[in-house]
């Protein structure tokens, strides 16, 4: 039984239904109260953090985007004198990138140089003239101008599509050389061909081919007659000539790329590469398969024709049957791929639904996808899909299909990440971006870069990679990046605090998905504040009770530190719903620390496969991952009633988090793919969280077998996306 003493009454059916009932407990809603971690970082613009970023030209191998503090340190690097002299300089620049800093997070657009003037002039306008001059001689020293972005809802578009056109300029370079090469080479077998032909040789081609100061100088009319003499009438067969000239034709007409770099301001291809949605690229990939398979057969002809390797009789029979099925992905690697940037709010739309099927049919795709709400898509909230998926989990359904790179991350933490999205788009299959913005809902209390940073710090939305292309084992495709405390459950942080006697005091303090949940006003329902005369032992910080067994939690009553505008700290009780999805978060987050490798005792068998086997070898067989990829080529399913309790199985990649839920009531079938094994095996409400819990939302829970379950009006709620 509970110790009522030391758990008052009211706190206890808080935390069991989220009723707030007497007045020993108060609304969080409307307070200014953020979670105690986050209080040093209210005022943002005066901290020295990644953001904003400059987007660089990345020419010569330089970086794609540089944050303004590395490129004001590398400037003062240049040209600060060392010691107290360049002190002014140092405090002066920093006062100027604090400027600029406050400009963009207030909304402020323009090159890195456009804003520098501003801020100098504004900063000289206070501090004198002579200082505003000291600041535009030193803007002249930074080593990179371009766009300056703030951490906002656009800024991981901005970024991926600038990152795009920098690997896509590298490409173009590349196949612009090669594509001269074979010109050139081709042009030269004609006109060498052309000079030894009758018509080489006759006095107006011998004029031209002579030019100069000496055309003058001889009798045309008489060298052609002479050298004219037993020149054949053509050197090359007509064959020869016909194929060489149609294939010069193609090279020289290609649209893929333009004939200077994008980058360089003039000329654009032919055709766009830039898409806002997946059936468009889709569709614009398969209309010009046609022009692809036409130039990738002439610059293999131009290649064998090139080294004089071209033989008829065996190469005339194969690029008489040179088609789309002839293409590899080295051929496809050549050109430039597709970008598709999905505007946040088009998740869910029709043309998108294709998202893991296109990723997983190999296209040269290269996809941003943006969630610009963790929890309106948690089970805490209503249940909505988009790509048949919590878009929350995509990356990690895409990297149970193998075969591409995938990277989840958080706004917030893109800059940091700059090598792998460059190798991302470098890579020559297709690639997932899949961002948290961090654009928080309206009236939350923090910057777009703090509601990123607390989704990764808290587990929410962790960062890592996964490259199919990088090395033979699990262990070197997947990498859990920089999680803070990536070996823990949790973020730790020291809190440094006063307590009542005014003495300083440290305590370890972790940062939870709870604490990410506060952050968003509209979930203050549930959370309750605790004046600091009703706090008790049985009270357990939220990492604390989460350790717990279910029945020593029952003793306990969960709470997060949270601090005022005045400073002064408060503890805030939790519901059980909300606990609920802390503990689901929890679980994720250990799935994905076995694929990185922590916890060896469970990722050993994982981590030393060879990599054939190794895409989620525990979760996912072979033969089950091409599952949510064939999914169209399967036969549809059968007609089911709302009332029905079923798993579309086809559609299960295997993650297993159902039998985590109850392995009676699931199981995997010989493809090891989930169905309902037992349903008398469970309750109607381990239906609905394993439902929940699905990654590609396949388990619909149906109506409950049970009438006198407890809960049942609300486990309806919940089940109702899901039937
Ligand atoms: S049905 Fe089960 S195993 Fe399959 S994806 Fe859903 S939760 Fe994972």
């Not at 503090?69 to 006062?95: C, F, N, T, Y």
């Not at 777009?448 to 607390?454: I, K, S």
């Not at 939305?461 to 990498?479: K, L, V």
């Not at 009438?707 to 919940?718: H, I, K, N, T, W």
Request: glycine share 6%; hydrophobic share 45%.
């Amino acid at each position: 039984m509970m110790d009522m003493q030391a758990k008052p009454q009211d706190q206890l059916i808080f935390h069991l239904t989220g009723k707030c009932q007497g007045d020993g407990l108060a609304s969080t809603a409307g307070t200014d109260l953020v979670p105690a971690l986050l209080a040093p970082y209210r005022d943002l613009d005066a901290l020295r953090h990644d953001f904003p970023l400059v987007l660089a030209q990345a020419t010569d191998g330089g970086e794609f985007v540089r944050s303004l503090s590395s490129l004001i340190d590398a400037m003062l690097k240049d040209v600060a004198p060392r010691g107290i002299e360049g002190e002014r300089l140092r405090r002066h620049a920093l006062q100027l990138e604090r400027e600029i800093r406050s400009d963009v997070a207030q909304g402020a657009r323009g090159s890195l140089s456009e804003l520098w003037e501003q801020a100098a002039a504004r900063l000289g306008a206070r501090e004198g003239e002579t200082l505003e001059k000291v600041l535009l001689h030193a803007g002249g020293a930074v080593s990179a101008d371009g766009e300056v972005l703030a951490c906002s809802q656009q800024m991981p578009a901005s970024l991926i599509r600038h990152a795009w056109q920098s690997a896509r300029d590298a490409k173009a370079r590349r196949f612009r050389a090669d594509l001269s090469r074979l010109v050139l080479r081709l042009s030269d077998i004609l006109r060498a061909a052309q000079s030894h032909s009758q018509a080489g040789r006759q006095p107006a081609s011998l004029k031209a081919a002579l030019g100069g100061s000496h055309k003058d100088a001889f009798d045309f009319d008489m060298l052609s007659r002479v050298v004219g003499k037993g020149a054949p009438r053509d050197e090359l067969p007509a064959a020869r000539r016909k194929r060489l000239e149609q294939t010069l034709a193609v090279l020289e007409s290609q649209g893929f790329f333009a004939e200077s770099d994008p980058g360089q301001g003039d000329g654009e291809s032919e055709f766009g590469f830039v898409f806002d949605n997946c059936a468009a690229a889709a569709q614009a990939f398969r209309q010009r398969l046609g022009a692809v398979v036409e130039l990738v057969r002439a610059i293999s002809i131009a290649e064998l024709e090139a080294k004089g390797h071209y033989v008829e009789a065996e190469h005339d029979l194969v690029f008489e049957a040179f088609d789309a099925q002839s293409l590899t992905a080295d051929d496809l690697a050549r050109f430039p791929d597709y970008l598709v940037c999905i505007p946040p709010d088009r998740n869910d739309a029709p043309e998108n639904a294709n998202l893991l099927e296109m990723l997983s049919s190999g296209l040269p795709v290269k996809v941003l996808v943006q969630t610009s709400d963790l929890l309106e898509e948690a089970s805490i909230g209503a249940g909505h899909f988009a790509f048949g998926v919590r878009s929350a989990r995509l990356a990690t359904a895409a990297m149970g299909l193998g075969g591409m790179f995938v990277l989840q991350s958080s706004g917030s933490n893109l800059y940091a990440l700059r090598a792998q999205i460059a190798r991302g788009l470098a890579c020559r299959g297709p690639a997932l971006f899949s961002v948290f913005a961090g654009a928080g809902p309206q009236g939350s209390p923090l910057a777009p870069y703090l509601t990123a940073a607390a989704a990764m710090q808290s587990r929410a939305f962790p960062a890592f990679s996964y490259d199919a292309a990088a090395g033979s084992t699990w262990a070197t495709r997947f990498s859990l990046e920089n999680n803070p405390n990536a070996d823990k459950d949790w973020a730790i942080e020291s809190l440094a605090y006063m307590d009542t006697a005014l003495q300083r005091l440290s305590d370890p303090c972790a940062f939870t998905f709870v604490d990410f949940v506060f952050c968003d006003p509209r979930y203050a329902r549930h959370f309750a504040l605790v004046p600091r005369k009703r706090w008790h032992d049985a009270m357990l910080p939220v990492a604390d009770w989460l350790a717990l067994g279910e029945p020593d939690a029952t003793q306990h009553v969960p709470y997060l530190l949270a601090v005022d505008g005045q400073d002064v700290l408060h503890r805030v009780i939790v519901d059980a719903r909300l606990m609920q999805a802390a503990r689901r978060c929890l679980l994720l987050w250990q799935r994905l620390q076995e694929h990185g490798g922590v916890h060896e005792s469970q990722a050993r068998p994982v981590v030393d496969q060879p990599a054939g086997q190794a895409a989620l070898p525990a979760q996912v067989p072979a033969a089950a991952k091409p599952a949510v990829a064939d999914a169209a080529a399967q036969p549809a399913a059968p007609a089911r009633s709302r009332d029905e309790a079923w798993i579309d199985t086809a559609r299960c990649p295997s993650c297993n988090e159902c039998q985590l839920v109850n392995d009676r009531m699931f199981g995997y079938d010989e493809r090891k793919q989930a169905f309902i094994k037992d349903i008398t095996a469970g309750t109607y409400r381990q239906l609905v969280e394993a439902a929940e819990s699905c990654q590609v939302a396949i388990i619909h829970p149906g109506q409950p077998r049970n009438p006198d379950e407890p809960g049942l009006a609300d486990l309806l709620v919940r089940a109702e996306p899901f039937r």
